[in-house]
């Protein structure tokens, strides 16, 4: 079952053409995938809907006039049709108000939705115009209406011979829109929060025929809330330590986890031979004073683990001192009272000994997820022992990538795979009249680049964060 949209114009926002003497061509940027499509009509001022009839040359009223999204679709120009349009079709758009109707359709094997970015009329006015503002739409910065803060606005304009290009911005802080001001007013330590913001660009090129002033781009950098959006680091699991009846000296270790580009999975073991727990030793007898008083058995201290009785009775901690590098425990006990003590000896720290990886293979019963699998065999001089413990590392690798060439412009919109996860904010794209969009969840980047110029990218990536699903070791002697 096909899905379908419609966008269209409004009063408010319709193409004003009425100072254009000439049109010359419509230019389009959109993104059509497979099994989908646009289509449009157009309205010049107040009259019908129509379409143009490519096979008698003129414009036609569309059948339906109370537009629908599936009537759209249905009766409307494609946008090769409407970009092929000559400045002879377009004059009837010169000096009107023209509105314009977009239907979208989605059929049942598409996986992606098309998407419109602009329509551009190019004509040639009455009058002599230097300075021009152009206003954007309203960026929504966040879906909870909660503002977020703004980390930076990057602005790419071209100004030759005395144009001149002025950027304005104005945000709405969740109840209301302020005043136009300098982009700059925006950026600032610490950070201004906004639900939406939306830009004028005030285009001024005073000598006629050689001044440029153009606005490529603007982009906003900001995150919800006061966490860095984008994670990146090593992430550790470890099991929970068991007792073994016998020394342990192999092990094989399989870690369930995603398939996920740019990290890396490490495991390691820990075998060590268990400690004494030492239960009820004689210290001495309480004389009223102060008393210092060494364990009998002082390798290998435990820190946590020590109790101190009085006559059988648990003493508070802030009530005696221990050492745990000599054994030496200082205690004031009333006269004729029994003093003991609990405690671990014998103890060691965790060894984290490397596991060797062994092989990947895939899960029978998801094919998202792979299981890696781990050796460990001890030789000599390797660790073995009855207490054991298994660790798990998860990385996400990082690094960047200049200026590298993707392809040739062609003067309407490419997909490109990039083979790492970038970080949007670090993107940048030449040639710099190219208009571009990153598509977070695929790391597709489209361009739009002028025909025959090189396409570069530089930028900064890090894997996304994988998890284990789950763990299983197996001990043997």
């Given at each position: 079952?096909?899905?379908?949209?419609?966008?269209?114009?409004?009063?408010?926002?319709?193409k004003d053409l009425s100072n254009f003497s000439t049109v010359s061509s419509i230019a389009i940027v959109a993104s059509e995938p497979t099994n989908t499509k646009?289509?449009?009509?157009?309205?010049?001022?107040?009259?019908?809907?129509?379409?143009?009839?490519?096979?008698?040359?003129?414009?036609?009223?569309?059948?339906?006039?109370?537009?629908?999204?599936?009537?759209?679709?249905?009766?409307?120009?494609?946008?090769?049709?409407?970009?092929?349009?000559?400045?002879?079709?377009?004059?009837?758009?010169?000096?009107?108000?023209?509105?314009?109707?977009?239907?979208?359709?989605?059929?049942?094997?598409?996986?992606?939705?098309?998407?419109?970015?602009?329509?551009?009329?190019?004509?040639?006015?009455?009058?002599?115009?230097?300075?021009?503002?152009?206003?954007?739409?309203?960026?929504?910065?966040?879906?909870?209406?909660?503002?977020?803060?703004?980390?930076?606005?990057?602005?790419?304009?071209?100004?030759?011979?005395?144009?001149?290009?002025?950027?304005?911005?104005?945000?709405?802080?969740?109840?209301?829109?302020?005043?136009?001001?300098?982009?700059?007013?925006?950026?600032?330590?610490?950070?201004?929060?906004?639900?939406?913001?939306?830009?004028?660009?005030?285009?001024?090129?005073?000598?006629?025929?050689?001044?440029?002033?153009?606005?490529?781009?603007?982009?906003?950098?900001?995150?919800?809330?006061?966490?860095?959006?984008?994670?990146?680091?090593?992430?550790?699991?470890?099991?929970?330590?068991?007792?073994?009846?016998?020394?342990?000296?192999?092990?094989?270790?399989?870690?369930?986890?995603?398939?996920?580009?740019?990290?890396?999975?490490?495991?390691?073991?820990?075998?060590?031979?268990?400690?004494?727990?030492?239960?009820?030793?004689?210290?001495?007898?309480?004389?009223?004073?102060?008393?210092?008083?060494?364990?009998?058995?002082?390798?290998?201290?435990?820190?946590?683990?020590?109790?101190?009785?009085?006559?059988?009775?648990?003493?508070?901690?802030?009530?005696?001192?221990?050492?745990?590098?000599?054994?030496?425990?200082?205690?004031?006990?009333?006269?004729?009272?029994?003093?003991?003590?609990?405690?671990?000896?014998?103890?060691?720290?965790?060894?984290?000994?490397?596991?060797?990886?062994?092989?990947?293979?895939?899960?029978?019963?998801?094919?998202?997820?792979?299981?890696?699998?781990?050796?460990?065999?001890?030789?000599?001089?390797?660790?073995?022992?009855?207490?054991?413990?298994?660790?798990?590392?998860?990385?996400?690798n990082t690094g960047s990538e200049k200026d590298v060439v993707l392809g040739t412009g062609i003067g309407s919109e490419q997909a490109f795979k990039l083979p790492?996860?970038?970080?949007?904010?670090?993107?940048t794209v030449k040639p710099d009249k190219a208009t571009w969009k990153y598509k977070d969840k695929t790391d597709v980047i489209t361009i739009t680049a002028p025909?025959?110029?090189?396409?570069?990218?530089?930028?900064?990536?890090?894997?996304?964060?994988?998890?284990?699903?789950?763990?299983?070791?197996?001990?043997?002697?």
């Amino acid at each position: 079952m096909s899905r379908t949209a419609l966008i269209q114009t409004t009063t408010a926002n319709a193409k004003d053409l009425s100072n254009f003497s000439t049109v010359s061509s419509i230019a389009i940027v959109a993104s059509e995938p497979t099994n989908t499509k646009l289509t449009y009509v157009f309205r010049a001022d107040d009259g019908n809907w129509q379409k143009y009839d490519t096979s008698s040359s003129t414009w036609k009223d569309v059948a339906t006039q109370s537009l629908t999204a599936e009537s759209v679709v249905s009766e409307g120009n494609t946008t090769a049709d409407v970009t092929a349009l000559t400045s002879t079709a377009l004059a009837a758009f010169a000096g009107k108000m023209v509105n314009i109707a977009v239907g979208m359709e989605m059929d049942a094997d598409a996986t992606e939705a098309p998407s419109l970015t602009s329509i551009t009329f190019a004509g040639e006015t009455g009058a002599t115009v230097t300075t021009k503002s152009v206003d954007s739409d309203a960026i929504n910065l966040t879906d909870s209406g909660k503002p977020c803060e703004i980390l930076a606005i990057d602005v790419s304009k071209t100004e030759e011979s005395g144009g001149t290009v002025q950027v304005l911005a104005s945000i709405n802080d969740g109840s209301s829109w302020g005043e136009y001001a300098d982009y700059s007013t925006y950026i600032t330590s610490p950070a201004t929060k906004a639900t939406a913001i939306k830009f004028r660009a005030v285009l001024t090129a005073p000598n006629i025929g050689t001044s440029v002033a153009k606005i490529n781009s603007v982009s906003v950098n900001h995150r919800t809330d006061g966490v860095a959006t984008f994670s990146e680091g090593t992430g550790t699991c470890i099991s929970k330590t068991y007792n073994f009846s016998n020394p342990i000296t192999r092990a094989h270790l399989m870690v369930k986890h995603p398939v996920v580009d740019d990290t890396e999975i490490t495991a390691y073991v820990s075998l060590r031979k268990p400690p004494t727990y030492v239960s009820g030793e004689v210290l001495g007898t309480g004389t009223g004073k102060s008393q210092t008083v060494k364990l009998a058995n002082t390798d290998g201290l435990a820190s946590h683990g020590f109790v101190l009785y009085f006559d059988g009775e648990k003493q508070d901690d802030s009530s005696y001192s221990f050492s745990p590098a000599d054994g030496q425990v200082t205690f004031t006990a009333d006269s004729g009272v029994a003093v003991t003590a609990d405690y671990i000896a014998g103890w060691s720290a965790e060894t984290w000994t490397p596991m060797t990886h062994d092989t990947v293979y895939p899960d029978k019963n998801d094919t998202t997820l792979v299981d890696d699998q781990f050796d460990y065999i001890a030789g000599t001089n390797d660790p073995t022992g009855t207490v054991g413990a298994i660790r798990v590392d998860l990385k996400q690798n990082t690094g960047s990538e200049k200026d590298v060439v993707l392809g040739t412009g062609i003067g309407s919109e490419q997909a490109f795979k990039l083979p790492h996860h970038a970080k949007q904010e670090s993107i940048t794209v030449k040639p710099d009249k190219a208009t571009w969009k990153y598509k977070d969840k695929t790391d597709v980047i489209t361009i739009t680049a002028p025909a025959d110029e090189e396409i570069s990218i530089s930028y900064k990536w890090a894997a996304r964060s994988n998890y284990l699903e789950s763990l299983t070791c197996i001990f043997n002697e």
